[in-house]
């Protein structure tokens, strides 16, 4: 091959890929173990073998232990026949995030996007105890898989190995791909003298490439200054960095150019990049590494921060500040702080005062009463911004006052402990409410705690508070804890109220529900029929919590695949909710989802897609995109692709669900298995076999101990992983599988 070597090792080489200042990078095939093609990269001479390689192998076996979609594993080192070292990596064809950037004209947004991925693949090394320590575009390569750009972080490791020293000759650029640039180095790894650069090192290096991403130029260019002068600023930490925003403005008719690759125009790109993006890039660049981001992670949460129009870290608080970013995501409906305040205010005084005269003399509960119209001027002041117009998504709108609610109630409420309870009962509700479940969990457990204490175990408000703390429980995926929650609130109520009280009935409509999602439909069915004629036989007008257990009963028929009787009973639910709360409500959007499952089930999936539709666009505007619900519908939509052959539709869908799921949910609830059972399927039928193995596995791990193995809907993956096994020609598996699932579930249930 015109002066390249035919084999290194136990690989063949193809062809020449790149090369650099550092050496040769071929496309080479392994033939054994595994044949597969792979990138070899030869070191340039003159670099100490011996010791290159005895570090590379002390660095593969932290190497090992790395498993990221968007890192790209070195497998294999070792050295040519004239000492020559090599390291062997999965073959990447991308080209450096830059230039993918700039060639398809992303948007600022979708660049922070592609970044964010990085990020968390790097973060994903360091938790492994892994440095990069040469973080650049070159290094970083952006492939299409299934059309959709997928960034793959190269050359892990390999810097720490070669331990090399920086000289001018690593400036040297060939064939497009710059290799060991100092531009992108920290001050601490550019000064010999520092013996222990740590993950910062790397986040330097990001906040390089998130400068040069978003502003197309280098914050500090050494062929500008010249290489000597440069090292010195670097090492002295006189940096001296322009704000993104800033360097823009010198780049006189450039920026145009710039600003069109990233669909913009040059006013446009600088009003993105004013502020918050300012704030964060030269946070990342702070030579002093004790002010930069600490991890990686912490950056890209910022840049996430940003992306969702909330207050980021970078930036030094203000009021003002605060108050500008929450009016700026909430545009269409802020009076959600009118709605919460009401609640609270008149929950708060009325509880409050309740208990002051059940349990206190005149005298001072006149004193008490002063101190609740004292916390009710508390929270109007939290509350208090301006309301441009009624509209719905109102708790969504909420986030950032009910944030700022919880911090100040723990500190400014701790002498009045039955009031602070209830204000973190409250907000703790509406945490759940909006899928905010890390976020409500320790509010609701502190107000049960403080209440343990004062109040009596019959006391209705303690009893109010187990029960909120059981259907958390239920929605975390928590089954055993959330059955022992309401078990404990039904005996409770059984034995103060008798077994016919009407207040039973909440209690066994969300022990039912629970009990539908765990897999116990016929169970379910039970409760949910006596929670209903229970309420029934109350006389009490229709409300939301009757149409709850509707719901709830008609999931138990659907469970069974009972879809005649399912559909009547979703829709006196959705007439009850549209009666009670509005059509906008986000139970309403629910309902709709429930009676598309009907129809799915019925294969009436036109009828079944427009009902998930009017469900997404109801549940979006009032919880918002990353709400466990809007995760739900994804998976429903991404099944309708499904069947009707449009797997790239329902691979986007349901990765979708699963990127909501990953967010809200524990990785053991069920709902992240029906995801990935469904995922599993799509990737059998685009002939994607090994990834849709590791997606059948996750799937059974997760039913078989959420549901036991026994459960129909373990036996629907086995019966369907078991058509994956005969089309990769290991039938003596598929039958074992398949009969084991039709024994579990012989008309098998998804």
Known sequence: MDGHPARIGPYRILQLLAQGGMGLVYVAEQLEPVRRRVALKVIKDGMDTHEVIARFELERQALAVMDHPNIAKVLDGG????????????????????EYCDVHKLSTHDRLLLFIEVCHAVQHAHQKGVIH??????????????????????????????????????????????????????????????????TRTDVYSLGVMLYELLVGRLPLDPT???????????????????????????????????????????????????????????????????????????????????????????RPPSTLYRISKFVRRHRVAVSAGAVVVASLVVGLTLAELSLVRARRAEAFARQEAETSRQVAAFVTGLFRISDPGEARGNSVTAREILDRGADRIRSELSGQPLVQAQMMFTI???????????????????????????????????????????????????????????????????????????????????????????????????????????????????DPDFARM??????????????????????????????????????????LSNLGVVYYGL???????????????????????????????NINLGEIAWHRGQFPEAERRLLRALAILQK???????????AEYDLANVLRDLGRNGEAEARYWRALAIREKAFGTESPAVGAVLVDYAQLLRRMR??????????RGRAIAPATAR
């Open 224 to 314: 500008e200054m010249g290489f000597p002068m440069f090292m010195v600023k670097l090492q002295q930490r006189e940096t001296n960095v322009s704000r993104p925003s800033a360097k823009l403005a010198t780049l006189g008719q450039v920026a145009s150019a710039i600003s069109s690759s990233r669909r913009t125009d040059v006013r446009g790109l600088r009003r993105e990049l004013q502020g918050d993006l300012d704030w964060i890039v030269m946070k990342a660049l702070d030579p002093d590494r004790t002010r930069r981001f600490q991890t990686v992670n912490d950056l890209a949460m910022d840049l996430e921060r940003y992306l969702h129009n909330e207050p980021v870290i970078a």
């Open 603 to 633: 294969e009436r999936y036109d009828e079944a897609e427009q009902y998930y539709r009017r469900a997404e666009l109801n549940l979006a505007k009032a919880l918002g995109e990353d709400h466990v619900n809007i995760a739900s519908i």
């Open 428 to 542: 703790g509700n509406v945490y759940r409410e909006l899928g905010l479940f890390s976020q409500a969990q320790p509010l609701l457990e502190q107000s049960f705690t403080i209440r343990q204490r004062a109040l009596s175990a019959d006391d209705s408000v303690l009893q109010a508070n187990v029960f909120e703390l059981a259907r958390l429980a239920s929605q975390q995926g928590r089954f055993a804890q959330a059955e022992s929650l309401y078990r404990a609130t039904l005996g409770e109520r059984e034995r103060t109220l008798g077994p016919t009280h009407p207040s039973l009935a909440i209690v066994l409509s969300g022990l039912g529900g629970m009990f539908v999602t765990r897999g116990r439909p016929a169970e379910a069915e039970s409760l949910l029929t006596r929670a209903v004629a229970l309420r029934a036989k109350s006389g009490a007008p229709d």
């Open 664 to 674: 809200r949910v524990d990785p053991g609830h069920p709902s992240v298995a029906t």
């Open 550 to 591: 509707l719901r709830n009963l008609g999931s138990a028929y659907l469970a069974q695949a009972r879809y005649a009787d399912a559909e009547p009973v979703f829709r006196r639910a959705l007439a009850m909710y549209e009666r009670t709360v509005g059509g906008d409500h986000p139970d309403v959007g629910r309902t």
């Open 133 to 198: 320590r040469d973080l650049k575009p070159s290094n970083v390569l952006v492939m299409l898989q299934d059309g959709a750009p997928v960034p793959k972080v190269i050359d892990f490791g390999i810097a720490k190995a070669l331990a090399q020293p920086l000289t001018e000759r690593t400036l040297v650029t060939q064939v497009g791909m710059t290799v060991g640039t100092p531009a992108y180095m920290s001050p601490e790894q550019a000064d010999p003298s520092a013996l222990d650069v740590d």
């Open 730 to 739: 290991r039938g003596d598996e598929a039958a074992r599988l398949e009969a």
């Open 79 to 98: 050295a040519t026949a004239d000492r020559r070292p090599y390291f062997v990596m999965e073959l990447v064809r991308g080209i450096p995030v830059t």
